[in-house]
């Protein structure tokens, strides 16, 4: 569903349950993997209906309607008659008279409804999917990011890049700093990003030609552009000529890979984490991490930085307070060093204070503080954590790993998402508001997955169909579902652009 305006808008949230639900929301899908325990607190969940594509849809609805008595012959004709006209409006090239039609049906429901002679809730579905069809079809993500803090971006199947939630340091890229958004934002620039990052108060892309841009604060230089301390909420590029192919923004820092696999960073470096070998000295311009390592696959935690060697080899640099650089320390180290137990890793996320990673054969380990359960190994609360590689528990076998500030969530081969650790706000999306998992948990919804992330208390995937969904804390609107301040512990659609 695109952003909603006007009285249509006001009705369709209320005869859906105050939280809008995009397209996807009920497309048919395999079963969730698990079915959450009873218990524990519950926030309102948003009501759903079927997923309508085109007028074909709403006639079917009317069909059943007029089928079960609920609509008479009469009002079942005079709505066929609505959408007819505007079915021959799209057909001829048409579209905003097609919707002004659409409107039309949706008023005369409307009226009806108003006047008593039928129930919102015999009504609910046929407004909904009414409202969907006008609206055109949804918009299709490839990619999603979950910030550590209360904001998400996405890209389309276009590349155009939106993002939705906390606006304070001008991270969502629309040039409203200050103004946050419950529902997705377009980022300015015209640029069509191959790749997205969401950190703290700043976001960055990679362009298809591997250009970096980042946006939002800039306190410790972290949009790389030169201007430490100068925040921008609209995309600008980050300097040094690179041609990069990953990229990944944390807590005040970026890090990124460039095609030849040589590692730069640059923000904060209180901790070591741009992995130069100048603790103490930001940048406000990448900088090479040292080491002469050639890696394929770079993410950066809260105050740490690993990445991934063409042999497989997982090094990390910055704090080790928590083990979370896996050397079986807890000594900071300014430059990257190897992570204990000889693995083969295909896949690594850093976030928070610990560290995940994938086996060739989709085995998931995690190392680091685990106070939650975040290391997925049955273990965990108070003060607990591993300075080394422990097995994630369950025997899934993962094709997809993404570890959030204190939880962690992985896709399988089947896009069966799970998630462990802090569930405060509903991160684990598990049904189990405030109830932590010390090892994986299914996701609820039973959709099918192609790409998950963590972020500080909220979680967003993105499901085989293109459809974005988000659950956990919604405070500034970063489960873009339309719904703030309300949290989901189940994935809710984000609102289609």
Known sequence: MANRQGGHWRLLRFVIGVTVIAAAACIPSPSGPETAPEGGPRPIQPAVHDDCDSAEDIDARIDALEADGTLNPGRARALRNKLDQAERHEAEGRPDQAVEAYARLIEQVEGWVTEGTLSEEDMEELL??????????????????????????????????????DNDGGQLGDGNRGTDSETPVAVLGGHVFAAISAGDFHTCGLTATGEAFCWGSNAAGELGDGNLGTPSDIPVAVLGGHTFMAISAEEFRTCGLTTAGAAFCWGSNNAGQLGDGNQGTDSDTPVAVL????????????????????????????????????????????????????????????????????????????????????????TGGGS??????????????????????????????????????????????????????????????????????????????????????????????????????????????????
Not at 129 to 150: H, K, M, N, Q, R
Not at 403 to 410: L, M, S, W, Y
Not at 443 to 456: P, Q
């Open 291 to 378: 080491g002469g390592h050639t890696f394929t696959a770079i993410s950066a935690g809260a105050l740490h930085t690993c990445g991934l060697t063409t042999a497989g080899a997982a090094l990390c640099w910055g704090s080790n307070h928590a083990g979370q650089v896996g050397d079986g320390t807890f000594d900071d180290s300014d430059t990257p060093i190897a992570v204990l137990g000889g693995h083969s890793f295909t896949a690594l996320s850093a976030e928070g204070s610990h560290t995940c990673a994938l086996t060739t054969a989709g085995a998931a380990y995690c190392w680091g503080g685990n106070n939650a359960g975040q290391l997925g190994d049955g």
């Open 128 to 165: 909904a999917c009414a409202e969907d069809v006008a609206d055109g079809p949804d918009v299709s993500f490839t990619a999603i990011s979950a910030g550590a803090l209360d904001h998400s971006c996405g890209l389309t199947t276009t590349g155009e890049a939106f993002c939705w939630g």
């Open 384 to 497: 607990a954590f591993s300075d080394f590689p422990v097995a994630v528990l369950g025997g899934h076998t993962f094709a997809v790993i993404s570890a959030g500030q204190g939880h962690t969530c992985g896709v399988t081969a089947t896009g069966d998402a799970f998630c462990w650790g802090d569930n405060v706000s509903g991160q684990l999306g598990d049904g189990n508001l405030g109830m932590d998992s010390h090892i994986p948990i299914g996701v609820l919804g039973g959709h099918a997955f192609e790409a998950i992330n963590g972020g500080g208390l909220h979680t967003c995937g993105v499901a085989t169909t293109g459809d974005p969904f988000c659950w956990g804390e919604n405070f500034s609107g970063q489960l873009g579902d339309g719904n703030a301040p309300t949290s989901s512990d189940i994935p809710v659609a984000v609102v289609s652009p």
